[in-house]
């Protein structure tokens, strides 16, 4: 059978990366190809390379200022002969992006069955994140396969009457990459990650990541002013915040954050010095979602800026709390994780709901399963 795995961004890269790997291991059933749309260039490239992957199909679609309608419609089109001349069974995408949802359409189109894998993800406000959720909530109608991370997930689609035998739980494929990396990170940390390492003089490290687009605006302007209290009131503290290539979050982030002796702003990391950071980190404050996925497997507490989320399981796990982009409840949470030391251990020392690291090997086995049925019958 003919697999192909579509991606587009950093994070979909991230979290497809030990599938490709798990299914380029099983030559003798899969013929497997690797398409990339391109959503993300260099922070694609990057995590490409770090897992060693190289796509058969590159559409190279990033183009400066390119917006949703322009996206999709080129992501169609460009899948068209891709699709044609491979011809995939089974198109495997990722998550929420404008890549996820118009590969599910044109992989539809070409008569594929859709593999979705971390489905199920739903805050049930089509409208938030934008347009995250409505890309999963397509994607979901369309796709024949759903790998759901938890239970969680699976009950949502359940909720949206997809077949009970479609629905797999596997856990996340994030920590696969995760469990891949971390010791491999460790044992030989980067240059970069040391030389920051001996800047931080062994001082407490909160590191911040954001992207999301329904903070573009206020929301980054109010986060901003929460960072700029935090560092000015604990002027032990270091903050690192690998900042987004965004525009609309380079602008506020550098003009409200560029001059604060103990906030340090860098170009986003390599996924290596990423990991490796996550594990310096005393706290990490992000709207990411693999983040907060992340993070409790290095025994991480996250507080997360965003007002509605899709990932509950870390909310009753205690591994995160949601701040919003409220300044103050930002300032405060902050400030209670570093001052209530059985907060902070409660917090950093709980199982993380996402996964054990095998979610690639249980989809692989699902898909092998599916075949030898048919060929059983
Ligand atoms: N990440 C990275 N470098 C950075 C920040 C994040 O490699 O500077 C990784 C992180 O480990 C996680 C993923 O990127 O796996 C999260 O991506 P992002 O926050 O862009 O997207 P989301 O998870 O919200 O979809």
Redesign the pocket.
Known sequence: KNILIIFG???EA??MAPLVHAFQKQTAHFKTKVCVTAQHRE?LD??LGFFEITPEYDLDLMTPGQDLYGLTAAIITELKPVLEDFKPDYVFVH?DTTTTMASSIAGFYSGAKICHIEAGLRTHNKHSPFPEEINRQLTGRIADFHFAPTEASRDNLLKENIAPDTIIVTGNT?ID?LLESVDKVKRKPSTLVNQLDTELKGADLLLV?G??RENHGDGFIRICEALKTIALERPALQIIY?V?LNPKVLEPVNRILGNIKNIKLIA????H???WM?DRAKIII??????QE?APSLGKPVLVMRDTTERPEAIDAGTVILVGTNTEKIVQETFALLDNEDHFKDMSSKHNPYGDGAASRRIVDFMMHKQQERLVR
């Open positions: 961004t950093r994070p991230i979290k922070m990057q995590v998550g994030v990459a990541t992207h999301r690998p987004h986003p990391l390599a996924y010095d990423f990991i996550m992000t709207d990411s979602g693999g983040v992340e």
